[in-house]
């Protein structure tokens, strides 16, 4: 038996950050690859792990797709699985009410596990344990509730969408030890848009396949679907394929050194065209675009000039790689003044403490100074004005990447008055 597996399509959005008039950046562009995927690698199942559809708009948006894409893959003789998630909780309960369960299939309404158990030549080859979000919220875990019940040989993959490691979490917060130990062979996950495979063996692998289509510059990367095979009473690794017409990601520039301005434009244009013609290698045949945000660093006497040399490319750069065009999406810079640092990591004026703050950091160091932001970020993620927006927790390399670019602009301006 083969399955596919994905999640977090969110049909209704688009990635963002590119002209509005691009075509095959819609999310219901990649189920319809999926779909197409799916029949390609002639896959019995295909699995959904939840918000199929997304919140604002989902129902218009999303049933006609569906229901596109549902019925192709039955009339090539594949059914599609699902669990709703925190976006999509009503949905999906319409769609399969609306469809035949050889079409489509939810599991675990109203917060109950169900398995559902799939036969393959007359013969139980796969239980499927799904659990759907009753409603928007679910700060209860899944797991409470959950019992495998793995005495008849047949193999179990748990689908579940969840907050994993983060047990304060109003979408089903899902502990990584009671996935371990619950006696399933696998677990297919929703929630996270970025793909992370988790196999300690023994234990079962956990997965979130992540979103098929990035979304947005936060969403970098690989995004696609992932296959994977139940043989001789086994669940096999899932493999990766790549699906993403758009790839996200960070494009470092180092201009150390740098004295021109035709030398700097010269060096920030080659290291993303060689940046794009590394992604593009290593990426699939699906990929149409391809999104920098764009980091500039070094010690260049150009310091003072960075702004103004960088001021609209944005909006004018743009290059063909391939069939694929690269583009920036966005520019920063943490360029410094050519100063002398050893010098200044021996000194004790203003602009001494911030070069040193600065390797710190950089070395790894300060973790009180990255303990402190991270408690005063949440606490500003707290305050009602933010509240709404739901953002993860800060982590510490975001944390220690925004603390190093505030040292960065200090260290400018006093250069700047040094000089």
């Known amino acids: 038996?083969?399955?596919?597996?994905?999640?977090?399509?969110?049909i209704g959005r688009r990635s963002s950050k590119i002209p509005e008039n691009a075509t095959g950046f819609r999310a219901r562009d990649a189920w319809m690859k999926i779909v197409e995927t799916a029949i390609k690698e002639r896959v019995d199942?295909?699995?959904?792990?939840?918000?199929?559809?997304?919140?604002?708009n989902r129902f218009w948006e999303a049933i006609g797709p569906l229901e596109a894409g549902t019925s192709k893959l039955a009339a090539a003789g594949i059914q599609t699985i699902a669990v709703s998630g925190n976006h999509d909780f009503d949905v999906l309960v319409r769609l399969a009410d609306d469809l035949p369960d050889e079409q489509f299939r939810l599991l675990g309404r109203n917060?109950?596990?169900?398995?559902?158990?799939?036969?393959?030549?007359?013969?139980a080859a796969l239980h499927l344990d799904g659990w759907s979000f009753p409603a928007e919220h679910a700060s209860a875990s899944p797991l409470d509730t959950y019992q495998a019940g793995h005495s008849d040989g047949?193999?179990?993959?748990?689908?579940?969408?969840?907050?994993?490691?983060?047990?304060t979490s109003r979408y089903a917060p899902l502990d990584l030890r009671s996935l371990e130990t619950s006696g399933a062979d696998a677990w297919v996950l929703g929630h996270i848009h970025a793909k992370k495979l988790i196999h300690h063996s023994p234990s079962p692998w956990i997965l979130y396949p992540g979103s098929p289509q990035a979304l947005d510059p936060g969403e970098t990367g690989e995004h696609g679907v992932w296959v994977f095979n139940v043989q001789d009473n086994s669940v096999q690794s899932p493999e990766f394929i790549p699906l993403s017409t758009i790839w996200y990601g960070r494009c470092g520039v180092d201009v150390d050194g740098i004295e021109t301005r035709a030398a700097f434009e010269s060096k920030v244009?080659?290291?993303?065209?060689?940046?794009?013609?590394?992604?593009?290698?290593?990426?699939?045949?699906?990929?149409?675009?391809?999104?920098?945000?764009v980091e500039i660093t070094g010690a260049t006497a150009l310091a003072n000039q960075?702004?103004?040399?960088?001021?609209?490319?944005?909006?004018?750069?743009?290059?063909?790689?391939?069939?694929?065009?690269?583009?920036?999406?966005?520019v920063t810079h943490c360029v410094t003044p050519a100063i002398n640092v050893d010098d200044l990591l021996r000194s004790s004026s203003a602009l001494g403490v911030a070069v040193q703050m600065l390797k710190e950091l950089e070395d790894g160091g300060n973790a009180d100074l990255i303990a402190e932001a991270m408690a005063d970020l949440q606490e500003a993620d707290r305050k009602r004005s933010y509240r709404a927006l739901d953002c993860p927790p800060p982590s510490r390399d975001n944390t220690n990447r925004l603390?190093?670019?505030?040292l960065q602009q200090i260290i400018n301006q006093l250069a700047g008055q040094t000089s």
């Open 1 to 10: 038996m083969r399955v596919l597996i994905s999640g977090d399509i969110h």
């Open 45 to 56: 199942l295909v699995l959904l792990s939840g918000d199929v559809a997304d919140r604002d």
């Open 111 to 123: 917060g109950q596990w169900e398995r559902y158990t799939v036969e393959k030549g007359g013969h």
């Open 154 to 167: 047949v193999p179990v993959v748990g689908l579940v969408h969840g907050d994993l490691a983060q047990p």
């Open 269 to 293: 244009v080659s290291a993303i065209k060689q940046h794009a013609q590394d992604v593009r290698q290593a990426m699939g045949s699906n990929l149409a675009a391809i999104s920098f945000r």
């Open 306 to 330: 960075v702004s103004a040399i960088v001021a609209g490319i944005e909006k004018d750069l743009q290059f063909n790689i391939g069939d694929a065009v690269a583009m920036v999406e966005k």
């Open 403 to 406: 603390l190093k670019a505030q």
